[in-house]
């Protein structure tokens, strides 16, 4: 017995469009949601050219649509942004999907009409096109939507994830309407009966179901709010970190001695993301930066995160057209608490000096300097918002050069990295020794800087000579301080060096001495444990709902409190006035770490 299915496509092809466009009407295919409206849009044409045009002109919206759907999901979350900024984002991402839609109905009507020629059966050639496309479709959404795991976390993920699910059903359904587009303006033969279900709504739906699933199991409740009783005791902590630690060109490495050395593997090399993690306790994706380059568009109060499928359209289309602007990681991009902003809350005295995300900075965190105080002090520019309080950034203003170097190129990149530098270092001395705080943590960048740009292709042997000499004194210098009365010769009771390679490798180092340091300890460790060690070591209970953990193997036995609570609490907002990001932009730029 002969299907009946198989003799469908026995019957004589449509000899005129209209011919064909009432028996797919007749058959139901007008009746199936998306392809259906794209069928009925593209057979009320009189032409089968018209036809055609019309078809591909609803299945580029439609498609754009999907596509615009997964990014601005894509990007609002890995940003947070409002739900008043994700509208005027999907405004901004559906404009450039229209275009890059137009394209792909281009090439699926030509994949269209390849497949269905000469084949005994056109409607099972649409399903194999909408299938297939069907497939793309959801590898590119899940890419787009993989990096809000990193950024945003599971939850966000999930939510993410569900709109790829979305998207990816609608691009099926668009694929097969017009797919049959190109059929009936072919006048090729069509089924004798309406379509059943595509396998690929089935799977998209189990998609969303598993999405949805992942969203509940991820949700995390609210912790209840406990009040943070930190013990009673007088020790102090003292944390330097250095960026692109050179060991060789150190000089002695003896005078580097310590209780304990550790190794330890980052997760990322963004110099951002890194180095708060160091400081909050949490990775990347709880903590919210993850990465150098933002964008502010026109309309949308938040810099914006850069996804796949957006670099290059948000970050370099439009800020070329005028409709936006670079942006780089500030204080705002965090969503947990630093360990500055933990010690105060506890009613710890604390100094922060150039270290990440502290740009602008508030009253939430002891004194802060911050990481553009330096390139804002040398132009001569207002401090607001530079450092906290008032007077502590006055201060430290007042030890940077009065004008910004004359020079460009080379020697103004090696006058900004090692001026960062000395400036930062004087900065730290002072206020130390003024307000003796129980936690100080410096940051030094410029050997990252240097090294970076020595790693540069393109440089001359001139370059290379001046960056290379520049590099062994900048590496001579920060070891002399640490190995001085600043750093390891100081009286704090635990002294923590984080010794990193910077961008150009994963592994580094942390050393910790002073009397209540462990003795002898080694093997590896995880960066996100060192903020709630540390604060442990000061008395302040550590938080559960923080990735990080208590390490025991940097102090002493008895030396941290045991005591923990349910969490450190939220990232505190504002307290900061509104800066024009531009200049933090061109100051970042000018060490290289933005182009």
Known sequence: MTDPVDEAP????????????????????????????????????????????????????????????????????????????????????????????????????????????????????????????????GVGAALAARPVLDAAGPVAAAVAFGAAALAVVLAVRVARGLAFTVLAASGRSVLSR????????????????????AWLLARRPEPPAEPLVVRAGTARVVLVAVDGWLPELAGDAARLAAASRFSYRKETADPAAFWTTVATGEPARRHGVGALDLVRLDGVTAPVKLTAGTGWYLGRLLPALGAAREESVTSAARRVPAIWEVAHRGGLASLTVNWWTTWPAGDAGGVVLGNHLFFAARAGRPLEGEGWPAE?????????????????????????????????????????????????????PGLDVLGAALSEPGRSVGERAALAAALADEARDVASFLAGPDVLGSSAEIVALVLDPGRSGRDGELLVAGPLAA?????????????????????????????????????????????????????????????????????????????
């Open 10 to 137: 026995a019957e004589r092809d449509p000899a005129t469009f209209e011919e064909a466009r009432e028996r797919l009407r007749a058959r139901g295919y007008l009746d199936r949601g998306v392809e259906g409206a794209v069928l009925k849009g593209a057979l009320a044409a009189r032409t089968r050219t018209r036809a055609l045009l019309r078809g591909a002109a609803l299945a580029s919206l439609l498609l754009a649509l999907a596509l615009a759907v997964v990014e601005t999901a894509s990007v609002a979350l890995a940003s947070a942004l409002s739900p008043r900024d994700a509208l005027v984002l999907f405004a901004w991402l559906g404009a450039g999907a229209l275009v890059a839609a137009s394209g792909l109905v281009l090439a699926l009507g030509a994949v269209a009409w390849l497949r269905t020629r000469g084949r005994s059966d056109p409607s099972r050639a649409s399903t194999e096109v909408a299938v297939g496309f069907g497939l793309l479709a």
């Open 194 to 213: 309406a379509p059943r279900p595509a396998l690929a709504l089935g799977t998209a739906l189990a998609a969303i179901a598993v999405a949805t699933g």
């Open 392 to 444: 502590a950034a006055a201060r430290a203003a007042a030890a940077a050069p009065r004008a910004a170097p004359g020079a460009d190129g080379v020697a103004r990149l090696v006058d900004d990295a090692r001026g960062l530098d000395a400036f930062a270092i004087a900065a730290f001395r002072e206020e130390a020794a003024r307000s003796r705080p129980r936690l100080s943590l410096l940051y030094l």
């Open 519 to 595: 003795e002898g300890a080694s093997g590896g460790f995880r960066p996100v444990d060192l903020a709630p060690t540390l604060l442990a070591a000061l008395g302040v209970p550590a938080s559960r709902q923080t990735e990080g953990r208590v390490d025991s193997r940097l102090v002493r036995a008895g030396a941290a409190t045991s005591a923990t609570v349910a969490s450190w609490g939220g990232r505190p907002r504002g307290g900061a006035a509104p800066i024009d990001p531009k200049e933090y932009v061109e100051s970042l730029r000018s060490l290289g770490y933005l182009r």
